[in-house]
């Protein structure tokens, strides 16, 4: 079977989608990336070749925050931003689809999309608070697996004010509310509610949240986080069914679009599992910038390198 690849590679997880020649989805891997990239996305490589050992590769895309290292260990044809990923996935699930809400493990974005083109976006890096990871770290302390999360949310009538604008102030604001003794459902409901109204206060102010609104990311497997929106914003949220790996499809997409199926894709094989790879960063003392340079390793050959301004080290390499 004749496929493309998507790897969205973040700062929580690394995505790996194979999508057939329809735009249909062969197989969807979400992986913890635990602090090493490079060794997440060959996992996800190494599962799709077990699971699927019959697939001819067209084409490879990337993107995420990740998305240059996991171009340099795969042989990507197209790399791209996140923003562009998410939206392209979001019209091929929903081509009508007017608002992207995307909460990921470490940041938010919000993208306006108007008769199919970006028009606007936003994005969260500053504060962690409504991220995946803020949620888990929650979830840990109050001893409730985060997979039941939202579920305990929605059995809350009587949701509590939490004070949402900082992770630090929502914490102890939960912890207060704990010790007066509300319930612990009541509080998750009052969080999501707090974290919603954050992310709309902030990342959406001044924009105009139009129907149909998608919501992608991991925080959409939230059912406490999906009904904040929607009381939030007094409409339907929609969450598409491969919400947790949306920007691996708009990768697969895009090297789809890129090749349209003429050119050879530079995917260097599913062997890249298999394969060692290591980074190692020097300063270059060529001129007073003192450029950080980060240098990939593959099988003891250097295959690319990245962070100087004036070219020095990066244009010194041919990837192959």
């Known amino acids: 079977m004749e496929v493309y690849l998507g790897v969205d590679v973040g700062s929580v997880s690394a995505n790996v989608v194979a999508m057939d020649m329809d735009g249909g989805i062969i197989d969807a891997l979400y992986i913890r990336t635990q602090g090493n990239p490079i060794a997440a996305v060959q996992q996800g490589l190494g599962r799709v070749r077990e699971q699927n050992p019959d697939l001819t590769v067209k084409g490879i895309g990337t993107t995420g925050s990740a998305r240059q290292l996991a171009g340099v260990v795969v042989g990507a044809d197209s790399v791209k931003n996140e923003i562009t990923a998410h939206a392209v996935a979001a019209m091929h699930v929903r081509p009508d689809v007017q608002t992207v809400i995307e909460i990921g493990g470490q940041d938010s974005k919000l993208i306006i999309i108007r008769n199919g083109v970006v028009t606007d976006f936003a994005m969260n890096t500053v504060c962690a608070a409504g991220t995946g990871s803020f949620l888990d770290q929650q979830a840990a302390r109050l001893n409730i697996p985060i997979e039941e999360f939202g579920e305990r949310a929605l059995t809350s009538a009587a949701p509590v004010r939490i004070a949402g604008r900082c992770a630090v102030f929502a914490e102890s604001d939960m912890v207060h509310k704990q010790q007066a003794g509300h319930d612990i459902a009541d509080i998750l409901h009052g969080l999501c509610q707090a974290l919603a109204r954050n992310y709309l206060n902030n ?62 894709t530079a995917f260097r094989g599913f062997a890249v599992a298999d394969w060692q790879y290591h980074s190692r960063s020097f300063e270059c003392g060529g001129c007073p910038n003192l450029c950080e340079v980060i240098e990939i390793v593959m099988n003891g050959r250097t295959v690319a390198r990245w962070g100087d301004r004036c070219g020095k080290w990066s244009t010194t390499i041919t990837v192959a």
């Open 203 to 264: 990342i959406g102010k001044g924009k105009a949240l139009h129907q149909p609104i998608l919501f992608q990311g991991g925080v959409a497997a939230n059912k406490g986080m999906k009904r904040a929106f929607e009381e939030a914003l007094g409409c339907p949220v929609l969450v598409p069914p491969h919400y947790n790996v949306m920007g691996a499809i708009g990768a697969a997409l895009l090297a789809r679009e890129k090749l349209h199926n003429q050119a050879p």
